[in-house]
Antibody
Framework: VQLVESGGGLVQPGKSLKLSCSAS????????MHWIRQAPGKGLDWVAY???????VYADAVKGRFTISRDNAKNTLYLQLNSLKSEDTAIYYC???????WGQGASVTVSS | DIQLTQSPASLSASPDEIVTITCQAS??????LLWYQQKPGKSPQLLIY???ILADGVPSRFSGSRSGTQYSLKISRLQVEDIGTYYC?????????FGSGTKLEIK
């Protein structure tokens, strides 16, 4: 099982960014997937979940601003981050639905 | 939302000591609890799932237990490589919630 995030970077407040998570080593379409984030020096916070049938759930802190999606043909999970705030600065991890495998993380910094 | 109260926030122990970390859930979550170890600059690694089941490849000195809504992670003989921060996670209901973490250092 391998999960590789990409798309992180430095972005200004109010702008957008799209993260990707490329999956391999398992049948991606059969699993729900999560995004989890970790602010610098802080603990872990769950962000969003998408089921194998593309049903979605979000944390209150990101509801209406972030969108989780998936492309099973490309074995890829996405997180669209809109209206970014400084408090969204974090390492963003993708994880397989049963939370047994995590990627290495993508760094997002929101700053002017 | 389900709260997980994790303790202690930090601890320092000597090699071969027994270490116990606890998570108290604010309501019944059954066995829907996982434990992770995170080393600096790395992603969390699964240690225990379903409260008591050791994940593949995890040394047998790690174990998990449950008593009602209190969950414990025990390291039976602490090794130097066990340094890091440990987190519990409940997957019983959305939103998923993590404990605040326990930073483990070696004396």
């Amino acid at each position: 099982v391998q999960l590789v995030e990409s798309g992180g970077g430095l972005v200004q407040p109010g702008k957008s960014l799209k993260l990707s998570c490329s999956a391999s080593g398992f049948t991606f379409s059969s699993y729900g997937m999560h995004w989890i984030r970790q602010a610098p020096g802080k603990g872990l916070d769950w962000v969003a979940y998408i089921s194998s049938s593309s049903g979605t759930v979000y944390a209150d802190a990101v509801k209406g601003r972030f969108t989780i999606s998936r492309d099973n043909a490309k074995n890829t999970l996405y997180l669209q981050l809109n209206s970014l705030k400084s408090e969204d600065t974090a390492i963003y991890y993708c994880a397989r639905g049963v939370m047994d495998a995590w990627g290495q993380g993508a760094s997002v910094t929101v700053s002017s | 939302d389900i709260q997980l109260t994790q303790s202690p926030a930090s601890l320092s122990a000597s090699p071969d000591e027994i270490v116990t970390i606890t998570c108290q859930a604010s309501q019944d979550i059954g066995s829907s609890l996982l434990w992770y170890q995170q080393k600096p600059g790395k992603s969390p690694q699964l240690l225990i799932y379903s409260a008591t089941i050791l994940a593949d490849g995890v040394p047998s000195r790690f174990s998990g237990s449950r008593s009602g809504t209190q969950y414990s992670l025990k390291i039976s003989r602490l090794q130097v490589e066990d340094i890091g921060t440990y987190y519990c996670l409940q997957v019983s209901s959305s939103p998923l919630t993590f404990g605040s973490g326990t930073k483990l250092e070696i004396k």
